[in-house]
């Protein structure tokens, strides 16, 4: 997915002062809001973002999260290039059609994992399946990718059979977790990922209450997907997890616990911090200023960087222009 929002995050600190150092983070209890974003012309929809937030740029390698529906709509994204990151579509509801500068044409839908790796440069289109407004939900993430791996070159899987872990519940429903990127609960998902992570749906049925098995030198955030589930952030304290809604839990856990009333489903986000602070505009990630400036000349250039994606013509998603500052690395700020 493009962002045809270029949600520029620009700061006048040294790059020297923002670094961070694994392992420093320490465990949070932060409930951030998702965002409404209207993306309009001839794709007139809306997304609701709950990554990247000001202060948290970055979950592990975890660098954006969509979610676009549920809501009836005709999706018609034309061409558009990426650097530096894997695109992650998780669909929810829906059908829709993707293809990109390597050959790919496939049809996304529910329980198919689709999983882009950009390297140094690909674009692709997606279209909504039909030629009229359809119901269309599903998560878009990114991931960004580090530095032996984001020069290299495109790559596309997608993946029809992703490993469940199930964990027990005496008495009750079994709480089921769909390994979608990384590992949990010492289950691999087959997608290729470049750092440690995880990406997991998890369902929990009514009443259940169970302790999700986590890495305490990973930090996590649990996303509200369908319901509401309750977490056990702090001594003491619960936080309910809606719709709509991230709720980042920092690192040094031994387990989260979550509970639900009526039946609930959540996207486990997590990883290693991320050894790099990155630069991240419109829909490119990269390092400096001036990385992003070649990729946005290259694509406006017309250059054989990004390929021409199959079956489409001259039609493309121009870049918008840059801001009239130089664009530097995000900050983390809690």
Do not use: A
């Given at each position: 997915m493009t962002r045809l929002d270029d949600d520029t995050a620009v700061t006048e600190e040294s790059s020297a002062s923002l670094r961070r150092t694994q392992g420093s983070i320490g465990p949070r209890a932060l409930l951030l809001e998702a965002r409404d974003v209207p993306l309009g012309g001839v794709r007139a929809m809306?997304?609701?973002?709950a990554l990247p937030q000001r202060d948290l740029p970055l979950v592990g390698a975890w660098c954006f999260l969509d979610r676009f529906g549920p809501q009836d709509t005709l999706m018609r994204?034309?061409?558009?290039?990426?650097?530096?990151?894997?695109?992650?579509?998780?669909?929810?509801?829906?059908?829709?059609r993707h293809r990109d500068s390597i050959g790919s044409d496939v049809v996304v839908r529910r329980g198919a994992l689709n999983l882009m790796t950009s390297g140094a440069g690909?674009?692709?289109?997606?279209?909504?399946?039909?030629?009229?407004?359809?119901?269309l939900d599903a998560l878009q993430l990114w991931v960004a990718l580090p530095e032996d791996r984001r020069h290299g070159g495109p790559a596309f899987e997608r993946h029809e059979?992703?490993?469940v872990v199930t964990l027990e519940i005496e008495g009750r429903a079994n709480v089921e977790a769909v390994v979608v990127m990384g590992e949990f609960a010492g289950v691999t998902s087959p997608a290729t990922a470049y750092t440690p992570i995880v990406g997991a749906e998890v369902?929990?049925?009514a009443g259940a209450r169970v302790t999700l098995p986590v890495n305490a030198d990973w930090e996590y955030a649990i996303v509200g997907v369908d319901g509401v589930v309750d977490v056990a952030a702090s001594v003491g304290e619960t936080t309910s997890v809606g719709t709509g809604h991230l709720l980042y839990l920092g690192t040094s856990r031994e387990g989260i616990e979550v509970r639900a009333d009526s039946d609930a489903t959540m996207f486990l986000i997590g990883g290693e911090p991320f050894a790099d602070e990155i630069v991240m505009?419109?829909?490119?990630?990269?390092?400096?200023?001036?990385e992003i400036v070649e990729a946005r000349d290259a694509w406006e250039a017309g250059s054989d960087r990004f390929g021409r994606v199959v079956d489409h013509g001259d039609e493309r998603i121009p870049a918008p222009p840059l801001p009239g500052v130089r664009l530097t690395q995000r900050r983390r700020r809690i």
């Open positions: 809306d997304v609701r973002r994204v034309e061409p558009h290039p990426h650097i530096g990151l894997q695109t992650v579509t998780w669909p929810l509801v829906g059908e829709v690909i674009s692709h289109s997606e279209y909504s399946v039909g030629d009229g407004p359809i119901p059979e992703l490993p369902f929990l049925p505009w419109w829909n490119f990630v990269g390092r400096s200023h001036d």
